[in-house]
């Protein structure tokens, strides 16, 4: 449904989505927030620029791993 929207909100015209600093936030919370950008790329004329520190967020999603194989 987002999707559908999306594509009727920008038409010709580019959406730029920017995410910061989702390295400070909770691994589980930065983990649901990627994975629903995820879903964003996909879409025409919608860009989604994530800033991240890298070795962060190599952090967190070792940290989730090693709690779900817990």
Not at 6 to 20: A, E, P, S, Y
Not at 24 to 53: G, K, W
Request: aromatic letters at 6%.
């Amino acid at each position: 449904m987002i999707k559908k929207e999306l594509r009727k909100i920008t038409g010709n015209q580019k959406l730029v989505i920017i995410v910061d600093e989702i390295d400070r936030c909770e691994p589980d919370y930065s983990l649901t927030v990627l994975n629903r950008l995820h879903n964003l790329f996909d879409i025409p004329n919608v860009v989604v620029i994530v800033a991240v520190n890298k070795q962060q967020l190599e952090n967190i999603i070792k940290a989730y791993i090693f709690m779900r194989n817990m």
